[in-house]
T-cell receptor
Framework: GDSVTQMEGPVTLSEEAFLTINCTYTATGYPSLFWYVQYPGEGLQLLLK?????DKGSNKGFEATYRKETTSFHLEKGSVQVSDSVVYFCGYNKLIFGAGTRLAVHP | GAVVSQHPSRVICKSGTSVKIECRSLDFQATTMFWYRQFPKQSLMLMAT?????????EQGVEKDKFLINHASLTLSTLTVTSAHPEDSSFYICSARRSSGGKNEQFFGPGTRLTVL
């Protein structure tokens, strides 16, 4: 069935390090893909999205490119900050989510 | 962006009681809302799709008699956990779909933490 697989956490980085969180999906057709963030005790907030192949979503220094050939939507950021320490969820069509990846950034 | 609220944000109840959780779209009309359940340190699992004026569509494995969903207006959907038990303790999140200009966007509520003693 349709599913999303993302990198297991926690991911621990030093401030200003490069971040990659892998996300791959299996689906029929070409779904829209999303990255969400979740702050402790809160719901999800949309970080970025891409609606078709080769689209790049970007927001707040984060980027992800919709790669149809590898069915991937990896999240990247060139220089992480301590404030980026939250849980990241990859999802598609807003109904199916990965397991979440907790990021911890240390000064 | 659009705002979706949930009430209550936290609820503690005794085993065997029923708990109602409200999900409201505050500044837009939502013909479709979604209910999710999230266990600690895990992903969101879609429980059901709530359609205004019609019956909810439940995902496989979700007991419709246990989790009653009512979407009585374009701004309100309710989830009632009936005869709650400790295993129902979880974080419940709703989202509402806003359709505008041929585009669909989805906005999440802040979640409701249910603890059943």
């Amino acid at each position: 069935g349709d599913s999303v697989t993302q990198m297991e956490g926690p991911v621990t980085l030093s401030e200003e390090a490069f971040l990659t969180i892998n996300c791959t999906y299996t689906a029929t057709g070409y779904p829209s893909l999303f990255w969400y963030v979740q702050y402790p005790g809160e719901g999800l907030q949309l970080l970025l999205k891409a609606t078709k192949a080769d689209d790049k979503g970007s927001n707040k220094g984060f980027e992800a490119t919709y790669r149809k050939e590898t069915t991937s939507f990896h999240l990247e950021k060139g220089s992480v900050q301590v404030s980026d320490s939250v849980v990241y969820f990859c999802g598609y069509n807003k109904l199916i989510f990965g397991a979440g990846t907790r990021l911890a950034v240390h000064p | 962006g659009a705002v979706v609220s949930q009430h209550p944000s936290r609820v503690i109840c005794k085993s065997g009681t029923s708990v109602k959780i409200e999900c409201r779209s505050l500044d837009f009309q939502a013909t479709t809302m979604f209910w999710y359940r999230q266990f600690p340190k895990q992903s969101l699992m879609l429980m059901a799709t709530s359609n205004e004026g019609s019956k909810a569509t439940y995902e496989q494995g979700v007991e419709k008699d246990k989790f009653l969903i009512n979407h009585a207006s374009l701004t309100l959907s309710t989830l009632t956990v009936t005869s709650a038990h400790p295993e129902d303790s979880s974080f419940y999140i709703c989202s509402a779909r806003r359709s505008s200009g041929g585009k669909n966007e989805q906005f999440f509520g802040p979640g409701t933490r249910l603890t059943v003693l």
